[in-house]
């Protein structure tokens, strides 16, 4: 039988046994290129001068229905190759199949790892927004329950409301005043005291005093630092400042 490469045309004469070696596929020692055999495969050449050979296309299955012969039961398989028969080696043309190359494996699991590593990075990168998000805290808080964890606490600080406020000259000491403030936490949920500031300026709205306090300066009970701000619940906070003078008639409280 004779075959030819379908790049360089070179024709080959073939053995059966070359066919089945790489089912029906080989590598040309011409031109290098690889080719399926069976597309131009003949059981003689065309007469001289020979070109290129018919090229066969697919068609359908045919049917085999006339059986040369059936194993008995026993019996060696129809096709298996005795130990004391003579095989001829396949053409230096034909070859195996490439083995798939390890690194390619290596490089996707690589590629999983650096994946899963982002995505940990910006869950960590957004760890502020997941602890006060109000859809997703409270799964959050059940998690950790259930891990023996804490997290920090929530705080909004639009939910916390100036409900009152006064300035008013010190009783007993001279030339300071008092500060009166009552805070109202609107969130459903316990907040952290905040951080508060209070700005003193004159009638032309500029600053004369500013005095920014943290929690721990305004509240006397540990306790109640520690509990928080209960949800609908108020805090009266009482600040003792020196007096800055007639020109502070202002003041503004704000907080962080």
Not at 59 to 84: N, Y
Request: with cysteine.
């Amino acid at each position: 039988m004779y075959t030819q490469c379908l790049e360089c045309l070179t024709i080959y004469r073939i053995p059966p046994s070359a066919l089945t070696h790489a089912h029906g596929r080989a590598r040309c020692g011409v031109c290098r290129a690889e080719f399926d055999t069976l597309a131009t495969l003949v059981d003689q050449l065309p007469p001289e001068p020979v070109g290129q050979l018919e090229r066969h296309h697919p068609g359908p299955l045919p049917i085999l229905d006339v059986p040369a012969m059936r194993p008995k039961a026993g019996q060696h398989d129809l096709f298996a190759i005795e130990d004391d028969v003579d095989v001829a080696p396949a053409p230096s043309f034909v070859h195996a199949p490439p083995a798939k190359p390890r690194s390619s494996r290596l490089l996707r699991y690589g590629n999983v790892v650096l994946l899963l590593a982002l995505l940990a990075q910006g869950a960590w990168a957004g760890r502020g927004w997941w602890m006060t998000e109000p859809r997703l805290r409270p799964w959050l808080d059940a998690a950790c329950l259930r891990l023996n964890c804490r997290l920090p606490p929530r705080a909004d600080i639009g939910q916390i409301a100036l409900v009152s406020r006064d300035v008013r000259p010190h009783p007993s000491q001279s030339g300071a005043l008092i500060i009166s403030a009552t805070l109202l936490n609107r969130a459903a949920f316990t907040q952290p005291y905040p951080i508060v500031e209070i700005t003193l300026s004159d009638l032309d709205e500029r600053r004369i005093a500013m005095r920014r306090l943290a929690p721990q300066d305004y509240l006397v009970d540990a306790r109640a630092l520690a509990r928080g701000l209960q949800p609908n619940a108020t805090a009266t906070i009482d600040l003792e400042v020196v007096d800055p003078g007639r020109n502070a008639v202002a003041f503004e409280f704000k907080f962080r």
